[in-house]
C-alpha cells in the first residue's frame, strides 16, 4: 500500500468555485500533513501545514486533517484563474527528514 | 525573500558521464535536502543532510550518488555515472531544523541523459 495515495485528476472547475482536492494515507502514525503548490517546470511551494486533526485555514485555503479515517484536504474557495497548479499533499514521517509526496493533482480553473 | 537558488537550469549529459548539480540554500539554513521528480511522476526523497553528515536516505540513493557542502554555502549533488533512467528534474529543499516542516525548495535542475 503507497504511503500517500492521491488521485491525478486533472480537475477543471469555472473561476469563482470550490475547489476540494483529497488525499489518503496508510500509516496512522504520520502527524504532519502539507500541501504543496507546483506551477510547471518549478519547484513545489509550501501553501499549508497541518499537525494531528483539525482544520487550518489561510485566505482562500482551508486544510482539514481527518486522522479516523487518514483522509487529507484542501479546499479553495472563490477559485481563481492563478490557482491553475499542481496541487502536493505530502506527509513528514515522524522522527524522519524526508517529506513524501502524493502524485499531485493537476487543476485548471477557468476564466 | 531568500530564496534557493540552484545551477545550471538544464543539463543535458551523455550516458555514463560524471554531473554535479549545484544548489545555494537559504543562508541561516541547517537541514538540506535533494530530491527528484521524473517526469509525470511525483516528487521523491533523494537524501537529507545536516552538520556535514547524511541523515536520512532513500533506497534511490545509492553509490551513484553522493552530496558535498564544499564551502559555506553550496550543496551538491553528484552522480557519477549517470544512466537514462536518471533524467529527472533535481530539487535542493531547505530548512532552518530538521523538525521545521516548511522546507524551502529551488526552481530544480532538469537534467537529461543521452
Known amino acids: 500500500q503507497k504511503e500517500v495515495e492521491q488521485d491525478p485528476g486533472p480537475l477543471s472547475v469555472p473561476e469563482g468555485a470550490i475547489v476540494s482536492l483529497n488525499c489518503t494515507y496508510s500509516n496512522s502514525a504520520f502527524q504532519y500533513f502539507m500541501w504543496y503548490r507546483q506551477y510547471s517546470r518549478k519547484g513545489p511551494e509550501l501553501l499549508m501545514y497541518t499537525y494531528s486533526s483539525g482544520n487550518k485555514e489561510d485566505g482562500r485555503f482551508t486544510a482539514q486533517v481527518d486522522k479516523s479515517s487518514k483522509y487529507i484536504s484542501l479546499f479553495i474557495r472563490d477559485s481563481q484563474p492563478s490557482d491553475s497548479a499542481t496541487y502536493l499533499c505530502a506527509i513528514r514521517p515522524p522522527g524522519g527528514f524526508k517529506t513524501i509526496f502524493g502524485a499531485g493533482t493537476r487543476l485548471f480553473v477557468k476564466a | 525573500e531568500p530564496e534557493v537558488t540552484q545551477t545550471p537550469s538544464h543539463q543535458v549529459t551523455q550516458m555514463g558521464q560524471e554531473v554535479i548539480l549545484r544548489c545555494v540554500p537559504i543562508s541561516n539554513h541547517l537541514y538540506f535536502y535533494w530530491y527528484r521528480q521524473i517526469l509525470g511522476q511525483k516528487v521523491e526523497f533523494l537524501v537529507s543532510f545536516y552538520n556535514n553528515e547524511i541523515s536520512e536516505k532513500s533506497e534511490i540513493f545509492d553509490d551513484q550518488f553522493s552530496v558535498e557542502r564544499p564551502d559555506g554555502s553550496n550543496f551538491t549533488l553528484k552522480i557519477r555515472s549517470t544512466k537514462l533512467e536518471d533524467s529527472a528534474m533535481y530539487f535542493c529543499?531547505?530548512?532552518?531544523?530538521?523538525?521545521?516542516?516548511?522546507?524551502?525548495f529551488g526552481p530544480g535542475t532538469r537534467l537529461t541523459v543521452l
Open positions: 529543499a531547505c530548512t532552518t531544523s530538521g523538525l521545521n516542516n516548511e522546507q524551502f
